[in-house]
């Protein structure tokens, strides 16, 4: 026609179109960079648009402009409780055996660990047998797991800092999973001589804040000491030496205890 204008590769002309002429009608789908809307073109959907990866994103929440629910997407990207790492679609697989490592040097840094706690920690987090089998026999053979090791700190720290003798020491060397031989073996560097000097020291210390009749206060004391592990033996002995050295009334009700009539057989002699 004479009083059109040629179209440029870029869109429709600046200049509006003569009276009289038909209205062109606009191209959809995308538009090349740069160009500015048709003013007479209508709205796109985000439906019917050509190129549906240039098209309206989806609707946010509280957004009714037609677009539906936006969609939800699991947690974790893939679904599946994996973390994903690299290109869309990829998830990194858990080493168990990484996980078993991490638990042990948790468990590890709080305090020393015999291997049968390990394998109980681990168990209860679900890590297989075999696995945590060949964990822990790493660990052995690296030295980070030593129950003869553990076995001496404990006796060492329990009795010192605790006054535990060694029938209580060797019931939780037992608990914590040390076998007999290794728990002996550590009790043997515990002798008779010691343990009775601890069971002395414990009661003088008792006896300075001690009330009551010397008959009462015996009671207690010995019975403080079957607590922590002592054969009643040894802790008559030590309450009635106390007692003896403390005053005159006390040594006299002393004078009258029998340790070894009173004293129960060792089970453990």
Not at 59 to 87: C, L, Q
Not at 260 to 265: C, E, N
């Amino acid at each position: 026609m004479a009083g059109r204008r040629a179209r440029t590769g870029r869109g429709w002309d600046a200049s509006p179109p003569r009276a009289g002429d038909a209205t062109p009608r606009p191209r959809r789908g995308r538009r090349a960079s740069g160009d500015e809307p048709d003013p007479g073109a209508p709205e796109s959907d985000g439906a019917s648009d050509g190129d549906a990866g240039h098209g309206p994103g989806p609707a946010v929440s509280g957004d009714r402009g037609g677009f539906g629910r936006a969609p939800v997407f699991p947690r974790g990207g893939s679904g599946s409780g994996r973390a994903p790492t690299g290109p869309v679609g990829e998830a990194k697989t858990v080493d168990e055996a990484e996980v078993a490592r991490e638990i042990c040097l948790r468990q590890l840094a709080v305090r020393p660990r015999t291997r049968a706690e390990l394998a109980t920690a681990l168990a209860r987090r679900g890590i297989s047998e075999e696995t945590a089998s060949q964990v822990l026999d790493r660990y052995d053979e690296v030295g980070i797991i030593d129950d003869a090791a553990f076995a001496r700190a404990w006796v060492t720290s329990r009795h010192t800092g605790r006054g535990l003798a060694r029938r209580a020491l060797a019931n939780e060397l037992r608990q914590r999973g040390v076998d007999g031989d290794t728990a002996s073996a550590a009790l043997g560097e515990l002798d008779d001589t010691t343990e009775a000097e601890t069971a002395r020291a414990l009661v003088e210390r008792k006896l300075r804040t001690a009330r009551g009749e010397p008959d009462a206060v015996f009671r207690r004391l010995v019975g403080m000491l079957a607590r922590k592990g002592y054969p009643a033996g040894v802790a008559i002995r030590a309450v009635k030496d106390a007692l003896a050295a403390q005053s005159a009334e006390a040594a006299e009700f002393a004078e009258q205890i029998d340790p070894d009539a009173l004293a129960d057989p060792d089970p453990d002699g």
